[in-house]
């Protein structure tokens, strides 16, 4: 004998034959996980046509239910929206975990608009020590055509004082 199989429950037999003729589909055996439905429920579900759901479903498909035929309240799957958008969005801008990534983002972006300003002022200050430089390189270059010119001065002032002291 199987593990989850069961045999059905004896019927009389006019009556499955009965329910045979009235009904399209052939009786199936049930297992462990299979609702059983009642005849109504069997044969509208035959007439009506196939509907796609599933597990994120939001639609009901329990003809019986007070949700189903009621159109103000609404049946969800697992993902159903419960509340209306502008709702969601305000609880989510109080969401303290939302809150906290909002001020490290803002934080960064500081800390960015900083870091602009701190690389600005690095380049100026480059560009001021290059510009220095080029400064001392040319005051040094004149510095030195002085000198040259004042050793050549003194040279030739050298060259005449040679010829002093011939009658002493």
């Not at 399209?24 to 109504?40: A, I, L, V």
């Not at 803002?106 to 800390?111: N, Y």
């Amino acid at each position: 004998m199987p593990l989850f199989k069961s045999s059905p429950p004896p019927q009389n037999k006019t009556n499955s034959k009965e329910r045979r003729s009235s009904d399209s589909t052939p009786s199936r055996n049930r297992s462990m996980f299979s609702r059983r439905r009642s005849d109504e429920q069997e044969t509208a579900r035959a007439t009506s046509p196939p509907s796609r759901g599933g597990f994120f479903s939001r639609r009901s498909e329990d003809p019986d239910s007070a949700r189903a035929t009621s159109p103000s309240t609404s049946r969800g799957g697992f993902f159903a929206r419960r509340s209306s958008s502008e709702e969601h969005s305000s609880r989510l801008q109080k969401d303290p975990t939302i809150v906290t990534a909002r001020q490290k983002v803002a934080d960064a972006e500081e800390a960015e608009r900083a870091a602009d300003r701190a690389l600005a002022q690095a380049r100026a200050a480059v560009q001021e020590a290059r510009a220095h430089a080029k400064v001392l390189e040319r005051e040094a270059i004149q510095e030195a055509r002085r000198a040259k010119a004042k050793q050549a001065e003194a040279k030739s002032i050298s060259k005449g004082a040679k010829g002093l002291g011939r009658h002493g």
